[in-house]
């Protein structure tokens, strides 16, 4: 699940301006400094991740399409033995 503010690690419920450092969703406890610090360590390593994640994307359709283009090409040579 994504979240662009503060959200609980277990279930990623929206915990800005709650009354106390717990989860109303879960119950999981949470520490609010603890959850900035890590939200703007993403920030900042975000467009690292997201360019890792469309370069795997694209890595993965491409094998995918090799595979299936030799398996094509066994099959064709198979017929014509």
């Known amino acids: 699940m994504k979240c662009d503010s503060l959200c609980c690690p277990r279930c990623g419920y929206d915990l800005r301006g709650l009354p106390e450092p717990r989860c109303p969703e879960c119950g999981e406890p949470f520490d609010p400094a ?17 360019g890792v994640t469309t370069a795997t994307r694209y890595s993965t359709l491409l094998l995918l399409l090799s595979m299936i283009l030799i398996a094509f090409v066994a099959l064709l040579v198979s017929c014509f033995l």
Not at 34 to 50: F, P, T
């Open 34 to 50: 603890e959850l900035e610090r890590h939200r703007h360590s993403q920030d900042k390593a975000g467009w690292l991740v997201r």
